[in-house]
């Protein structure tokens, strides 16, 4: 399949299909001022991205929204061209939330369905609005995961139109087949989200995901930021690399070009987030090049199965996913 700027989508196993590249929206509030996601998600759709990765905690899918009607009140794109990932948070994952819960960011984007809803991460926290639940000693305080049927609850909110397709993310195979396996499954999981670059090759999981069916899209494609409260930064980072910096030179792209390539031959969805209006350019200048199967064979030897998002704040949680090989 020949992907170009103009066409890039691939198919889902419910036939409906996702652009391979897409902008990650996920921002450090303190990082960021207001506005600077409108503006990117505005000049991203300029520069030919139709794939936009949000989530309701990431508190600015109301820019992300404003962004996508205006380019629609322009004539610049139709609302099928666009293909919006939401999230259901871990406070959400109780059957009897998970309908309000994708109402509320219909709401807050201004639109009448989502492209794709997925589970954010597989363990379930204390119900309600607090996002990050703890009790008055800091600890976190999680809730019992019924991931089946939180499922359920999402099946029922595409059968009413809210959304196109629906996945996950963060699952390792276990919780995956838990919900292949599950009786009376209906819609199954088109994809799974998950970190996903040259240092992380996550090939097993890709395996698992392409037997069933489901495609693999990666966060973090380009590594993450630097920041040590919830990045494992003991790993180098990833575009200093020096193997992607000389194919970068071979073909006369980055080394961030070279590391997204990469995914996208394998049939990986790439979700590279930057709200730099060069940067969101350039990671979007990737169909004009392709790596042979050496190139492909040397960058996937750089695998040092080393996670930078570990979220180890969790790992004492029954459900938290990295416990397992994959």
């Known amino acids: 399949m020949e992907l170009s700027a103009a066409h890039h989508r691939i198919p889902l196993s419910d036939g409906n299909s996702i652009p ?17 996601c409108l503006t990117a998600v505005k000049m991203a759709i300029d520069a030919g991205y139709r794939h936009f990765d949000g989530a309701f905690i990431y508190k600015n899918e109301h820019e992300v929204g404003e962004a996508i009607r205006e380019k629609m009140a322009e004539g610049k794109v139709h609302r099928e061209d666009i293909f919006y990932c939401g999230k259901l948070w871990a406070t959400k994952l109780e059957p009897e939330f998970v309908r309000p819960t994708l109402e509320k960011t219909l709401q807050v ?66 919780q995956l087949e838990l919900i292949l396996n599950k009786p009376g499954l209906k819609h199954k999981p088109v994809s799974n989200q998950v970190e996903c670059h040259p240092y992380f090759t996550q090939t097993k999981l890709l395996k698992f995901c392409q037997q069933h069916d489901m495609v693999l899209i990666a966060y973090s494609p380009l590594g993450t930021s630097r920041n040590p409260t919830w ?33 996208i031959q394998r049939g990986v969805v790439v979700i590279p987030k930057s709200f730099n209006p060069e940067r969101i350019k350039e990671n979007f200048q990737v169909f004009d090049f392709s790596l042979t199967e050496e190139d492909m064979n040397k960058i996937e030897a750089l695998n040092k199965n080393i996670r930078f998002v570990e979220l180890l704040m969790w ?4 459900e938290y996913p990295f416990h397992d090989e994959y």
Not at 109 to 136: C, H, N, S, T
Not at 231 to 259: C, E, F, R
Not at 315 to 318: L, R
């Open 20 to 36: 391979v590249i897409g902008l990650g929206t996920f921002s450090e509030p303190k990082m960021t001022s207001k506005g600077d």
């Open 231 to 263: 990045v494992n930064i003991s790993s180098p980072p990833l575009l200093k690399d020096a193997l992607l910096n000389s194919l970068g030179k071979k073909y006369n792209k980055t080394a961030a070009q070279v590391a997204l390539r990469f995914n």
């Open 315 to 318: 790992c004492d949680h029954p």
């Open 109 to 174: 984007l201004q639109l009448d369905y989502v492209d794709l809803y997925i589970i954010e991460v597989p363990m379930a926290f204390k119900p309600g609005d607090e996002v990050y639940p703890r009790d008055e000693n800091g600890r976190w305080l999680y809730h019992k995961t019924n991931l089946c049927a939180t499922w359920e609850a999402l099946e029922a909110c595409k059968d009413a139109g809210l959304v196109k397709s629906l996945g996950v993310s963060n699952f390792n195979r276990r």
